[in-house]
């Protein structure tokens, strides 16, 4: 998906503002109910916490720096308000420095964001993670960024493989991070609810109860309709029956 982009160096400092009930709404669902809600959709790939145990929800702020620098970053710090997730990434893909590091998650944490995930690389990992603010993101790295090229802030981005709007909502948490469009965000958090409700009260029991999950889900039944076959016999004695099949 392609967005025009205003000129170099442009900072919207407003967004959509998502209604405290939609936020809430989201605390305590995971990102895999979440995505499952989605139809499989909207999940940043690849980003991982680099503060274990962490979760949060939050408005999307964005930031599209100039690869190797982070200076949009920063710039997107002096407008976040407190509750926004910065989404963070590059024009042209990630460098091999880190853009992000303790001083940024001190100041993350005093602006009072709710988190941030970064298409880029983390340095200062234990000062990060004794800080605790939470953050997601490719690895660690080391190396330092520049900060003399201004790129974009609050515009709609392309992160981690996921569309980012300012204003739509982030879930994130120990698998990972999904982005909830802003317009879809009521019926995504009604879907996900039921999905968490259904597990808890008709698959959860069951399988705590000793069934296996190739039942309950009823697999079972998949397995047949696509050749698949269980031969009361060992391997080495099954060949005639069971055929055989080329690599």
């Known amino acids: 998906m392609t967005t025009s982009l205003p000129a170099r160096g442009t900072v919207f400092t407003k967004a959509p503002e998502p209604s405290d009930e939609l936020r809430a709404a989201f605390e305590s669902l995971s990102v895999a109910s979440v995505h499952e809600a989605m139809g499989q959709r909207n999940l940043l790939r690849g980003v991982r916490p680099l503060v274990p145990g962490t979760r949060a929800v939050g408005r999307a702020i964005t930031a599209l720096d100039l690869t190797g620098s982070n200076l949009t970053l920063h710039a997107m710090l002096e407008v976040a308000r407190p509750g926004d997730f910065l989404v963070c990434t590059t ?108 597990e808890a009260t008709t698959l959860t029991p069951r399988v705590r109860a000793g069934e296996s999950l190739f039942a309950v889900r009823d697999w079972s039944a998949n397995f047949p309709a696509d050749g698949g076959r269980l031969i009361d016999t060992a391997w080495n004695e099954g060949f005639a029956e069971a055929g055989t099949e080329s690599a």
């Not at 970064?118 to 997601?136: K, M, Q, S, T, Y």
């Open 91 to 198: 024009q042209h893909g990630p460098a091999p420095g880190a853009v992000w590091g303790a001083n940024v998650s001190e100041s993350a944490r005093s602006r009072g964001l709710a988190g941030a995930v970064i298409e880029g690389h983390a340095r200062d990992h234990a000062d990060v993670e004794a800080i605790g603010f939470p953050l997601w993101a490719l690895g660690v790295s080391p190396a330092a960024t520049g900060k003399t090229r201004a790129g974009w802030g609050n515009v709609p981005v392309v992160c981690a493989g996921a569309y980012v709007r300012p204003g739509d909502l982030i879930v994130a948490d120990a698998d990972g991070v999904a982005v909830v469009p802003l317009e879809d965000a009521a019926w995504v958090a009604r879907a996900a609810e039921a999905r968490d409700l259904r």
